[in-house]
């Protein structure tokens, strides 16, 4: 079956934070520092920037988890190194549980939007379970509550924006992954929320917009984002320690929705 992910041609085009920022790079290498580079570590998804870091850091058994294998073989030509990896192929939903006890850490860059929210409970005891003793999960989520983004108010600041990644990233994350549109369903659909933004205006320079980002964000997608955090915590990391949380830089257009969690066994 093809998903979704096999669509996402122009990776090159995406800017933090919809992927790993500097600061979150840095967060990760600190709390590496005590992990014995022998351990085995995980990545959930084709996450470049996790891969190229870890093998900068001298682990020596990487695992990435990735359903997609057409996303994995693109994202290998875009990464800098060529090391060797562990290729677990399948749905997390599926692999993850076939590894327990096995993890000193696992890392995640926004993946929580990519389950279903009735597996989300298996999907993060999956996690755990998967974890050695005093193993490390570093998780990226973007949790909403309430503060959806006016739809009316986003087009009139996109309408007066030069075109270009910067505005077309920024545009992406606030009015697909952070605006009113999302509390009609609960979920990201590609398709109907392109479709209803066309809809809404007739401004040319909006127009164009959404045209662009499409190349960023393709028609046909379907995320789980958009249902109160508060209601979804309790299947998240229950058995687990949190260390730290940290928001999101306040210049990000994720500010106020995005957490980086540093979790441990
Ligand atoms: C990690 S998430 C989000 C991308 C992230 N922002 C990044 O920078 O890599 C997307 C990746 O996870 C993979 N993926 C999505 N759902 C999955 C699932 N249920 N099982 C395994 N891989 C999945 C996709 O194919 C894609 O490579």
Redesign the pocket.
Known sequence: ML?S?SLMNNWNLIIPP???SERQLELLKELTACIDRRLNVAI??????FRDLLYELNFQNIYV????ED??NL?KKQRIYNNEEIFVQ????ETLEKYPNHFALIV????SG??SYIHRKKFYLDIENALLNEGHFFDKVLTHSNNFLSIDKLLNKYKTLPLNLVTINYFNCEMLFCSELLMEKEIVNTDYFFRKLESLTTNQRILRLIELVKLITPPGFIWFYGKHWIELQSDYCKNLIKISEYEDEIQSPYYGFLKFFHFKK
């Open positions: 998903d992910w919809s992927r790993p959930l998804g084709s996450t470049i920037e988890f990735e359903r997609n996303f994995y994202s399948g749905d997390w939903l995640s860059d926004l993946t990519n389950i």
